[in-house]
Structures are given as structure tokens and as C-alpha cells.
């Protein structure tokens, strides 16, 4: 099946998947890790994008992020990825390419998708067994979120401001949130759709951005069409 074009909307947040080549490391320690937010910190403020939320698992990573015009995202991530390539290869004394291929994105609709996107990213160090707590997920966005420090990478999304006025009460309501989880049918759901490109998002949303792009923003239906009978 051959593979649908990247879609990328100008002004809407993206959930952004990026995978070591035949799922190798990407990251072998922290110096790594801080090399690449330091890359990642660089390359928005050149595309004039903001980052939302991340994770850096040891062979993959998930990002949360805004582009200003719909080729500010693949600047951005060509950039980050060439940078923190090469300094990744020079630090480690190994040739070739460390990335499999493009990076997969897809649009995530602002209010309560974007922010179950957030959780999804915050939650992963947790849900695959790499921290005990949110608050030990030294490698995300979650500590930022949950108030234990200030990440200058981040820029709070609409969606996470609107958890309450106060930041006790944002960071207080996040907590809760990340602690009742998602579920696995939604996890899931939003894993395939940033390795398949399906947007996030209510009928509305799907709707207005099927009338800016020709490709499919949802599987279709499996099985033969609905036979129509004539009378």
C-alpha cells in the first residue's frame, strides 16, 4: 500500500513520532538526551514552532508541536534530525543514518483531543515501564506540567492552561488526569494514528480539513462496500 502524503496544517498542534532506525537507540545517556532538547530548542525558534510536549524513549521519540505555516514542520524536523544525527554519530564514532526514514505526524484538534495527545505523551515513560511515577519521568514533559520545574523547550498548549486559573490548580488537575490514564483503547488509538497519519479530532474537525486536502484523514471501513439496492 503505498504511503499517504504527510499532511501539516498551518497553526494546529501535531502529534510527531521520530524512530531510531531499525528500532536502534537514539539516546545512550542523558548528555544525549539534553543534546537533542538542546537541538529540538534551536530548531523551533528557527521555524517559529512551539513545542507542547515531548518524550525521549531510548528508540523512538513523541513530540507535541505547532507549526506557524504548514513547511515549518518539516524544516523543523529535517533540522533537529540532521543536527542531532550528526552530533550523535560524531560523540559515538559510528557512520550512517540513526533515523528510519521521515518522521510520521499527524493533526491533533485543539480542546480535549489535544489535550488527551498531551497525556498520551506524558504518561508513555509510565506506561512502558521506563518510570515508576509521572514525576520520575526525568525525559518528558510530565515534571514541567506537574509543576516540578520550568522547561524553557515548553509552550503550554490552550488546552492545558484551561485546567484551571491558578498554576497550583493546572498542575493539581493535570496530576489527576495522569493518574486516572487514558485507557488502552485510546492509547492505542492515538499510536496508530501518528504512525499512520489518521487525524485526531471530532467529525467537525475531520470535515473542515478534508475540504484543504485530497488524501484520507481516517482508515476507511474494512470489508466490501454496503451493497445499494435498486427498486
Not at 545512550?28 to 521555524?47: K, M, V
Not at 540532521?82 to 557512520?95: E, K, L, T, V, W
Not at 480539513?209 to 454496503?226: E, F, I, M, V
Amino acid at each position: 500500500m503505498a504511503r499517504l502524503p504527510r499532511l501539516a496544517v498551518a497553526g494546529q498542534a501535531h502529534l510527531v513520532t521520530l524512530a531510531g532506525h531499525s528500532g536502534q537507540p537514539v539516546f545512550s545517556d542523558d548528555i544525549d538526551r539534553q543534546a537533542f532538547r538542546d537541538a529540538l530548542r534551536e530548531a523551533a525558534l528557527q521555524q517559529g514552532c512551539a513545542v507542547h510536549a515531548y518524550v525521549l524513549a531510548d528508540d523512538h521519540v513523541h513530540l507535541l508541536v505547532t507549526p506557524p505555516t504548514a513547511p515549518a514542520l518539516g524544516a523543523l524536523m529535517q533540522g533537529l534530525g540532521r543536527r542531532y544525527g550528526a552530533g550523535f554519530n560524531r560523540r559515538h564514532g559510528r557512520s550512517g543514518g540513526l533515523w528510519a526514514g521521515r518522521f510520521r505526524a499527524t493533526v491533533v484538534q485543539a480542546g480535549p483531543p489535544l489535550l488527551e495527545t498531551l497525556l498520551f505523551i506524558d504518561d508513555h515513560a509510565v506506561r512502558t515501564g521506563a518510570a515508576a511515577t509521572a514525576d520520575a519521568a526525568r525525559h518528558s514533559s510530565a515534571p514541567h506540567h506537574l509543576g516540578l520545574l520550568r522547561d524553557p523547550l515548553l509552550t503550554a498548549a490552550t488546552a492545558y492552561w484551561q485546567l484551571g486559573n491558578t498554576p497550583f490548580e493546572r498542575e493539581a488537575a493535570y496530576r489527576r488526569l495522569l493518574a486516572d490514564g487514558l485507557g488502552a483503547s485510546r492509547v492505542k488509538a492515538l499510536a496508530e494514528a501518528s504512525r499512520k497519519g489518521w487525524a485526531v479530532g471530532d467529525a467537525d474537525f475531520l470535515a473542515a480539513l478534508a475540504a484543504q486536502s485530497a488524501r484520507p484523514l481516517q482508515p476507511r471501513p474494512r470489508g466490501r462496500p454496503a451493497r445499494v439496492l435498486h427498486r
